[in-house]
């Protein structure tokens, strides 16, 4: 099984700030299966990123995803204040498809 | 636009089976795409549960293949997750979700393993 580790647990920064997720995986990544969703509190996930770089639909390009092998990058360029959530990256190239703990992006 | 709604029973006896269905509306299951579940525990984070390719193959995660059966009913374009032997610990909203990187899911439905 392989584990994902995010970091930070918790960020605190302010609107227009520059956010950098990161997600390290126990062993590496089948062809870069790698995830990354934001959830808002009573909401479902909502998918960011597939293939570790490839923006999902509608979703803006002050986001970014980076990384391949067991280090992987989420990066939100200047914050907007609905960009404050619970970001999970998720692998999906080997059962079981696992997540991580997941990052809390809080207003400063 | 695809759209999934989950559907089943809130209150689960301790020891019974858990039941719920996916309706998927906007897109036909068995055109393709993986479709499966992900539960989340009350305040706490995402775990895998299971996959079903549209052709009916499934894929389980071994922490619960024991009790997990993932089904697909084409004609109903719906799949199904049955969870037998309930505890506490499986007390969580179950979310249905497309694809293995879920580009589509379910609002979510909260299960309560109680007596």
């Known amino acids: 099984e392989i584990l994902l580790t995010q970091s930070p647990g918790t960020l605190s920064l302010s609107p227009g700030d520059r956010a950098t997720l990161s997600c390290r995986a126990s062993q590496s990544v089948s062809s870069s299966f790698l995830a990354w969703y934001q959830q808002k509190p009573g909401q479902a996930p909502r998918l960011l990123f597939y293939v570790a770089s490839t923006r999902a639909t509608g979703i803006p390009d002050r986001f970014s995803g980076s990384g391949s092998g067991t280090d992987f990058t989420l990066t939100i360029s200047r914050l907007e204040p609905e960009d404050f959530a619970v970001y999970y990256c998720q692998q999906y190239g080997s059962s079981p498809y696992t997540f991580g703990q997941g990052t809390k992006l809080e207003i400063k | 636009q695809v759209q999934l709604q989950e559907s089943g029973p809130g209150l689960v006896k301790p020891s019974e089976t858990l039941s719920l269905t996916c309706a998927v509306s906007g897109y036909s299951i068995s055109s393709g795409f993986y479709w499966g579940w992900v539960r989340q525990p009350p305040g706490k984070g995402l775990e895998w549960i299971g996959n079903?390719?549209?052709?009916?193959?499934?894929c389980y995660n071994p922490s619960l293949e024991s009790r997990v059966t993932i089904s697909i009913d084409s004609s109903k374009n719906q799949f199904s997750l049955r969870l037998t032997s309930v505890t506490a610990a499986d007390t969580a909203v179950y979310y249905c979700?497309?694809?293995?990187?879920?580009?589509?899911w379910g609002p979510g439905t909260l299960v309560t393993v109680s007596s």
């Open positions: 079903i390719y549209h052709n009916g193959s499934t």
């Open positions: 979700a497309r694809a293995r990187a879920a580009d589509f």
